[in-house]
Structure formats: C-alpha cells, structure tokens
C-alpha cells in the first residue's frame, strides 16, 4: 500500500478526480473539504502526504500550513497547494507559511503526480552524514529535524531544512538551483527557479542576522560562506 494522501478541496469534482488519479496508484486517500475538518483530519491521520486549496470554509490552506509547521508530529509532512490563486504574492505567501510545492488551476493531474510522486521518493540524501552540523552558531539536527540559532530554536519548513542542511554539510561549495531542489524534493522535481528562489528568501529571514550566510553565487545559485 502506498503512502496515505489528505486532499483538502472544496471544488468536489476536482477532489473526486484527484481521488481516483492517486487511488488507482495504490495510495490511500482522504477528502475533506472545510478547513477546521481537515487539520482535525491531519491530526488524526499523520498523513504522509497533503494536497491542499488555500480558499477554504473554515480555517484558509494558509493558516492550516501554520498550525501543521507549529505541530511537532505534523511538522515534516509535505503539503503541496492546489489553488485557483495565481499570482507570484500568493505564491510566496503559500511557500512561506509552509508548504513544499505550489501549482495552480487548472492543474495538469500527470504533472501534478509526478511532483507528488518526486516528494514521496524523497530519500535521506544526508546518508552517512553526521546527525549534526555546526556552523557558525547555526545547529541543526536531522535525526529531530531542530534547527537553533545562538541556541534559539528557528522553525524552518522541511523544504526549508532540507535546503540548509544541503549547504551547510558542504560549507563554500555552490549548488545550482536544480541541484538544490533534487536534494529536497527528489530527482526530477521540475521545481521552477522562482520557486527555489523563495524558499532561499525565506530561509534567509528566519535565519535572522545569520541569513548572510546564506550566499548568491552569480549564475549558478546559493551556497554557504565559510567561516
């Protein structure tokens, strides 16, 4: 049986039809529709996967991203936002708050199972590396995915983590954006450049002062200055 599935969509057609695309590949799914329904249902479930509209009755995909992040058991489950909101400001704010992927309506229902598909394979890329990195006073630990500051816990997304740990296991060494995106989503995730773009963005800001660390590498993409 493959990893369980939450949809949290208000457009029941749409549901139904992303429904069978992913049960027909063997995963379990669940439907919800109204937001405060469907956190309660995240929290019941320990899905491993969400996909998720942002405008909701209830509670708004926003505001659950927020609750999932601030969850200590919910905290890494990928949530990708399926949602008729377009602009570049939505996209931002949805990646910011939490979510993993990002695609708009009308949605291709292949491409969007291969995105899911690409996070659900995502693999301990870290194997053989130590269960802690130090740098500067930045310490994360991925055995209890922990991130502080100066000692002060930040909350990162697993997107967000991921990408940081990348960098900071290879201090000085720069990474492309493609290459960064298939260590925190998978080979082939097809991320756009924008997209790793806000995600770096964000990382930046709750990484405080220390988001300086956090270095553009002119026509290749980001990597993290030694010290």
């Known amino acids: 049986m493959q990893p369980g599935i939450l949809i949290i969509e208000e457009d029941h057609q749409l549901a139904e039809e992303l429904s069978a695309a992913f049960r027909s590949l063997g995963h379990t799914v669940h439907l919800e529709s109204d937001g405060n329904r469907a956190l309660q249902a995240a929290r019941n479930l320990e899905p491993s996967l969400i996909l998720m509209e942002i405008e909701l009755q209830g509670l708004d995909g926003l505001q ?12 890494t489950v990928p949530v990708v936002i399926v949602t008729s909101r377009c602009s570049e400001m939505d996209q931002i704010a949805g990646l910011s708050q939490g979510a993993d992927d990002y695609m708009t309506k009308p949605v291709s229902i292949p491409l969007l199972i291969h995105r899911v598909n690409a996070i659900l394979r995502r693999t301990d890329l870290t194997a053989g590396m130590p269960e802690r990195l130090i740098h500067s006073s930045i310490e994360m630990n991925r055995r209890y995915h922990t991130i502080t500051v100066e000692r002060a816990p930040v909350e990162l997304t697993p997107t967000e983590f991921l990408l ?3 960098m900071m296991a290879r201090p000085g060494r720069p990474f492309g954006r493609n290459e960064l995106m298939e260590y925190a989503r998978g080979q082939n995730s097809m991320a756009l450049e924008r997209t790793v773009d806000v995600h770096i963005r964000s990382l930046r800001q709750k990484l405080g002062s220390y988001g300086k660390l956090v270095e553009t590498v002119r026509g290749i993409g980001y990597r993290i200055a030694q010290s």
């Open 164 to 166: 940081l740990w990348t």
């Open 64 to 75: 659950i991203c927020r609750e999932l992040r601030a969850d200590q058991r919910l905290a």
